[in-house]
């Protein structure tokens, strides 16, 4: 921001992301990140034969068993999908990742908006392969792009950049929200600060 760049940072939702781990592929991932032999079946016995029901109003339903995800509210789960979606950085060619547990940003700049936007859908492109090949897939209404600039580059676009991934457009706004936290364009806390003020106003 303070040398006058453009940024612009897409904020993914993955959809249903625990629910959707291949245990195939992050069975190869564990061993290519050095777990073999016996811990490595310790981890797909771990992952194999789970099942579940549910119970409404004292009658349970059948019993349905999981041939996909990892389980949540365990201590592993969230460790293991750090571990699948560890490697979504090696695809990208222009933007920086941020990842932590299922929330994931990427953010690319560029002296001009033209550059930002051609840079940053070459990498949702490549994120959409990555997502393909890894079994995953977005939340295209909850996914969005935030642009980041001074107020003098921002009030004086006159259009706003076109963010895709694949055909899908993905909207654009002005506040969003990461973990936790409001931030919008020029990155400051205001809509943070009036929500959590109104918050306490009310108690």
């Not at 771990?46 to 996909?68: A, I, M, P, W």
């Not at 299922?102 to 994120?127: C, F, P, Q, R």
């Not at 079994?135 to 969005?144: A, D, F, Q, W």
């Amino acid at each position: 921001m303070d040398r006058g760049l453009y940024n612009l940072a897409v904020f993914l939702d993955l959809k249903k992301a625990f629910d959707t781990v291949n245990h195939d592929i992050l069975l190869a991932k564990l061993e290519l990140y050095g777990i073999k032999n016996t811990p490595l079946m310790l981890f797909k016995s771990y992952l194999s034969d789970r099942s579940q029901k549910c119970q409404v109003n004292g009658e349970l339903s059948t019993l349905k068993y999981l041939k996909y995800g990892v389980p949540q509210g365990s201590i592993l789960g969230p460790l293991l999908f750090l571990i699948y979606i560890n490697d979504l950085p090696n695809c990208l060619q222009h933007s920086t990742a941020r990842m932590f547990a299922d929330d994931t940003n990427i953010t690319v700049s560029g002296k001009s908006i033209k550059k930002a936007e051609v840079a940053v859908n070459v990498d949702l492109n490549n994120i959409r392969e990555w997502l393909l090949s890894n079994r995953l897939s977005l939340n295209l209404v909850k996914t969005e792009y935030l642009l980041i600039g001074s107020r003098h580059n921002i009030n004086t676009l006159e259009e706003q950049p076109r963010v895709f991934i694949g055909d899908e457009p993905i909207k654009g706004v002005q506040v969003t929200k990461t973990l936790g936290v409001k931030i919008d364009q020029f990155l400051t806390c205001d809509s943070h600060i009036d929500q959590i003020s109104k918050k306490y106003l009310l108690e």
